[in-house]
Every structure is written in C-alpha cells, then in structure tokens.
C-alpha cells in the first residue's frame, strides 16, 4: 500500500483478483522510501505523487478487512496465510533462529555459543564488486557478536511484529529479567498511548492502531 498514483478503488480491484486466485499465503506491505536512493529523490521533487498517510491507513485496514473475510489470518505485521500456510523461512527470522544468508547483502546468524551468548550475525557485501571479491579471496564478512541489550531490543520489537506477541517468560529466560525490567518507561508510554497492550505476566502484543505504526513501537525499543 502507499504506492505511487494508487487509489483505495485500486486496492479493492486489487485484493478482488487476489482473492480469486485463492493463494495460501499474501504477504502485503506497505510502501517504505529507503533515503539516498532514486526514488526517495524523486520522492523529495514531488514527482512520485504518493497517496497521503490517512489514506494509506484506509487502505492498508481494508487488505486487513478483505483477507481475513476471505479466511487468511494475519500471524504477521504485513503477511497474511490460511491455516497451517504461515511462512517458515520467515518465522526464523522473528523468532531469532540462526540463518544462513547466502549472495549480496544476505545476513547469516549464528547460535549462541561460548563466549558469544547471545549469538553474532554477518552481513554479506551489498556491492557485487565487493561481494565477488571476498568470495575470491575466501574472506567472510565482519562478524558482529551481539550484545544483550541489543539482542534484549531486537527480541522485543521483533517479537511485536508476531500476532502472539512477546512471551514474557521466554523473554526472562533468555535475559534473566521480564520486559518490563529493562523497558518500563516505553511500555507504559505505549499502553498510555494505545498502541500496545501488556497482558498479567507481562506478555507484551500490538493493538490494531499499533500494527499500523509498527515502525514507530519498534524505535522505543532500539
């Protein structure tokens, strides 16, 4: 949603064809403008004539409305699936499972280990030049071991993104403290601004304005 000239009336014809070729699994998200590139300056002259915010939102509840009329569950902020289709490969990024990322700009995670307790990533070269070349000179990319107050965020704002939510006693198993112990202030901040709910126990979920400003939850946390 969000894309340039597109209208709400496009998106219903849209999702009407969608829904007649009956897929397992829609992913549908919203358009995001990545700065320095072509068309975040083409974004800035004015020449990409983007819908405005309140109608990207319409749009955006009614893929929400249409899918789950037509049976998909929406497990994640911007995928939808039938039961017993929600996407594997994509889970493991979510719930933090190891990953080997191969070609351009692919980022491989590593399980913890001694040393490393929660984990390290690295992240291949996003230049072809670059990439071709470690791969000649068989030289990985930097690794990067996270620290527990990175990896405490990541395990928050990704979790969010799940329809379940953050599992607070998970959460205290891996760091040793619930949620709450080490972000207080953005939690409540959110929950006072209805944007996301904590559950007795502490388990922590989007509520459905939340989900559309999901981006913007998730920087409390980093």
Same mark, same amino acid.
């Given at each position: ?63 929400? $409305?249409?899918?789950?009329? %037509? ?9 939808? =699936? #039938? !039961?017993?289709? *929600?996407? /594997? ?78 599992? $607070?006693?998970?959460?205290? %198993? ?9 972000? =207080? #202030? !953005?939690?409540? *901040?959110? /929950? ?31």
């Amino acid at each position: 949603s969000g894309a340039p000239r597109q209208t709400l009336a496009g998106v219903e014809r849209d999702l009407t064809e969608l829904i007649g070729f009956g897929p397992e699994h829609v992913s549908a998200y919203e358009l995001s403008i990545e700065a320095g590139t072509p068309f975040a300056r083409g974004d800035a002259r004015g020449q990409l004539r983007r819908p405005a915010e309140t109608e990207v939102i319409r749009m955006l509840e009614r893929v929400e $409305a249409r899918l789950a009329g %037509a049976g998909y569950t929406r497990y994640e902020t911007s995928n939808y =699936a #039938r !039961p017993g289709w *929600e996407a /594997v490969h994509n889970r493991r990024y979510w719930e933090r499972w190891p990953v080997l990322g191969l070609g351009m700009g692919a980022v491989s995670t590593d399980p913890p280990s001694p040393g490393r307790p929660f984990g390290a990533r690295r992240a291949n070269p996003r230049r072809l030049e670059d990439w071709l070349a470690g791969v000649r000179s068989g030289a990985g990319p930097p690794c990067e071991v996270l620290s527990a107050a990175v990896a405490r965020a990541e395990a928050v704002f990704l979790a969010l993104r799940t329809a379940q939510g953050l599992d $607070a006693a998970r959460f205290a %198993a891996e760091f040793g403290a619930p949620p709450r112990d080490f972000f =207080a #202030r !953005p939690i409540d *901040e959110l /929950v006072a601004a209805g944007l996301l709910v904590e559950r007795r126990g502490g388990d922590l979920s989007l509520t459905p304005r939340g989900r559309l400003l999901a981006d913007s939850v998730a920087e409390h946390f980093v």
